[in-house]
């Protein structure tokens, strides 16, 4: 058997999250569905993380075991022609027998895109937030920095987590901020995207601290809150939790 890594992109509006669920459409599935209809063989795809219903993906890493002789050279083109247009393989490779996509993993990035701007960019709709009024970038930015390190997140995650330990630890979080090209430029405008490097992420974790992160911008908190809200170890005293078709799944690391 041959353990195959792949790397895969996709565009997960029209999906209920990466896991395979009965009736509904999924990334999992999908996949699945395209080994088998390439190779005749129904294998367990696993993935480095199980993103939810309407996130993206710039670099998911998946793994299976398969006995097909396909040159690993072909594995990219093959499996393309086989899924939907809004997922596409963009490196595949042999990989030890050792290796799994989840419990292999050193470290995640994610990304929360929020469009700053008046109006919203329509080419951009599905994979960014849209905020039509300015932010308060520098406020963000400090707020942001104050979530890097070892902290229980108990917070900056729902209720539903399974964890029992919600201790994680961010090795880097930081805000870019960039004009969008035919609008306007102004201070707390333009296309802002926060990047959160950790060793794990709890469920909705992200997505609380892009809330939360938007509600400072908004002047409804102050970055010298973060702290407190870390140390509360109460979902009721962080943001609000993001829409999800703002947050991507940025990469995965395997080596440090």
Same mark, same amino acid.
């Given at each position: 058997?041959?353990?195959?890594?792949?790397?895969?992109?996709?565009?997960?509006?029209?999906?209920?999250?990466?896991?395979?669920?009965?009736?509904?459409?999924?990334?999992?599935?999908?996949?699945?569905?395209?080994?088998?209809?390439?190779?005749?063989?129904?294998?367990?795809?696993?993935?480095?993380?199980?993103?939810?219903?309407?996130?993206?993906?710039?670099?998911?890493?998946?793994?299976?075991?398969?006995?097909?002789?396909?040159?690993?050279?072909?594995?990219?083109?093959?499996?393309?022609?086989?899924?939907?247009?809004?997922?596409?393989?963009?490196?595949?490779?042999?990989?030890?027998?050792?290796?799994?996509?989840?419990?292999?993993?050193?470290?995640?990035?994610?990304?929360?895109?929020?469009?700053?701007?008046?109006?919203?960019?329509?080419?951009?709709?599905?994979?960014?937030?849209?905020?039509?009024?300015?932010?308060?970038?520098?406020?963000?930015?400090?707020?942001?920095?104050?979530?890097?390190?070892?902290?229980?997140?108990?917070?900056?995650?729902?209720?539903?987590?399974?964890?029992?330990?919600?201790?994680?630890?961010?090795?880097? @979080?930081?805000? !870019?901020? =960039?004009?969008? +090209? *035919?609008?306007?430029? $102004?201070?707390?405008?333009? #296309? &802002?995207?926060?990047?959160?490097?950790?060793?794990?992420?709890?469920?909705?974790?992200?997505?609380?601290? @892009?809330?939360? !992160?938007? =509600?400072?911008? +908004? *002047?409804?908190?102050? $970055?010298?809150?973060?702290? #407190? &809200?870390?140390?509360?170890?109460?979902?009721?005293?962080?943001?609000?939790?993001?829409?999800?078709?703002?947050?991507?799944?940025?990469?995965?690391?395997? +080596?440090?």
């Amino acid at each position: 058997m041959r353990n195959i890594r792949a790397t895969i992109c996709y565009d997960g509006t029209d999906y209920h999250g990466f896991q395979v669920q009965p009736g509904v459409p999924s990334i999992q599935g999908a996949l699945i569905e395209a080994i088998a209809s390439l190779t005749g063989e129904t294998v367990a795809v696993h993935g480095s993380g199980r993103t939810d219903a309407g996130v993206h993906a710039r670099a998911q890493v998946v793994n299976f075991e398969t006995s097909s002789r396909l040159p690993i050279d072909r594995w990219c083109q093959a499996l393309n022609a086989r899924l939907p247009r809004d997922i596409a393989v963009w490196a595949a490779e042999e990989a030890p027998p050792s290796f799994h996509a989840r419990k292999s993993s050193k470290r995640k990035t994610y990304c929360y895109t929020i469009n700053g701007n008046r109006y919203p960019d329509p080419m951009q709709r599905r994979t960014e937030y849209h905020h039509p009024g300015p932010l308060d970038v520098p406020a963000m930015r400090e707020a942001i920095r104050c979530l890097e390190g070892e902290h229980d997140f108990t917070s900056f995650c729902s209720v539903r987590a399974e964890s029992e330990s919600k201790v994680r630890t961010i090795y880097e @979080a930081r805000l !870019l901020q =960039a004009d969008v +090209e *035919g609008m306007e430029t $102004a201070p707390g405008v333009g #296309r &802002i995207r926060l990047f959160f490097t950790g060793n794990g992420f709890l469920y909705n974790m992200v997505r609380i601290m @892009a809330g939360t !992160l938007l =509600a400072v911008g +908004e *002047g409804k908190l102050g $970055a010298a809150d973060i702290p #407190r &809200i870390l140390q509360a170890k109460d979902r009721a005293s962080a943001g609000p939790t993001a829409k999800p078709h703002g947050l991507s799944l940025w990469s995965v690391d395997y +080596e440090i």
